[in-house]
């Protein structure tokens, strides 16, 4: 069922308004905008992943000289990758509710 043209006319005026007075609405309902932003936490998280498996390697390759140290090199390795996936989350956060 489509709208007539006087119905219509006044939908766009009434998103123009909503649009004008919420900025942060519309970008929310920018599916270009969406869509620039979830390209660029994935690169961001998988970026932060393949550094988290250089330092973990680094750290892995410490050990043999220095122990302690090399640990926790492994340690921030593994924390970076951690924090990569955290951040891959929030591209398909979880339902409210789902634990």
Not at 28 to 54: H, N, Y
Not at 68 to 92: K, P, S
Request: aromatic share 4%; hydrophobic share 50%.
């Amino acid at each position: 069922m489509s709208l007539t043209h006087d119905e219509q006319a006044r939908l766009d005026e009434i998103a123009a308004h909503l649009f004008s007075t919420d900025p942060a609405l519309s970008s929310r309902l920018d599916w270009t905008a969406a869509r620039r932003r979830r390209r660029r936490v994935l690169a961001e998280s998988v970026t932060l992943l393949l550094a988290g498996m250089l330092i973990m390697v680094a750290g892995a390759a410490a050990v043999g000289t220095v122990p302690f140290l090399g640990l926790l090199v492994v340690a921030a390795g593994i924390a970076t990758m951690g924090a990569a996936l955290h951040l891959a989350r929030t591209l398909n956060p979880p339902e409210p509710g789902y634990r």
